[in-house]
T-cell receptor, first 113, second 113 residues
């Protein structure tokens, strides 16, 4: 695997609680992405970053925020978790804008009860 | 109309046969096309990319692109049971659109001995 690690790998949380997922890379890639994957929807982009402190929204950003204070770390926060945010979350890194040739982390399975 | 469409399958082929996976896209300005393989419970892995009309071969894999028909396909020759996975088509939308990588929902391939 490319040097990309997600934590935690599994999490169960209660509705209304904040949750933070972490993505850590050792590849020094400029671009980092958070996707969610749901049956029937495929991979959908939540937020992405094109540099330290530079982030932007993807197609399904409502209810999520991100931060990137260091090149290697990209955090995804669910401000107040809802059951609709139960999903598998993937972080990806790329040297190319648009996420071309992206390498994916192992994924985080999040369940909101 | 979804931006990237794939038949969800499953596509079942016997070992040794050619598996043909298809993908259509809606944005005529799209320039870059990718195929990812995802084993059950694992993260997507890039296996092919193609930018120009025609065929691109890499080992047992051939990507085919027809921009006029807005169609991209992946052929897997001499299919093996280890090729059983979900194959995701991804398209980088053209300039002035979102300049993001949009994924299809994937086609599940089953190769039986």
């Amino acid at each position: 695997d490319a040097g990309i690690t997600q934590s935690p790998r599994h999490k169960v949380t209660e509705t209304g609680t904040p949750v933070t997922l972490r993505c850590h890379q050792t590849e020094n890639h400029r671009y980092m992405y958070w996707y969610r994957q749901d049956p029937g929807h495929g991979l959908r982009l939540i937020h992405y970053s094109y540099g330290v402190k530079d982030t932007d929204k993807g197609e399904v950003s409502d209810g999520y925020s991100v931060s990137r204070s260091k090149t290697e770390d990209f955090l995804l926060t669910l401000e107040s978790a809802t059951s609709s945010q139960t999903s598998v979350y993937f972080c990806a890194i790329s040297d190319e804008t648009g996420g071309e040739k992206a390498f994916f982390g192992q994924g985080t399975r999040l369940t909101v009860v | 109309q979804k931006e990237v469409e794939q038949n969800s399958g499953p596509l079942s082929v016997p070992e040794g046969a050619i598996a043909s996976l298809n993908c259509t896209y809606s944005d005529r300005g799209s320039q870059s096309f990718f195929w990812y393989r995802q084993y059950s419970g694992k993260s997507p892995e890039l296996i092919m990319f193609i930018y120009s009309n025609g065929d691109k071969e890499d080992g047992r894999f051939t990507a085919q692109l027809n921009k006029a028909s807005q169609y991209v396909s992946l052929l897997i020759r001499d299919s093996q049971p280890s090729d059983s996975a979900t194959y995701l088509c991804a398209v980088k939308l053209g300039p002035g659109n979102t300049d993001k990588l949009i994924f299809g929902t994937g086609t599940r391939l089953q190769v039986f001995p």
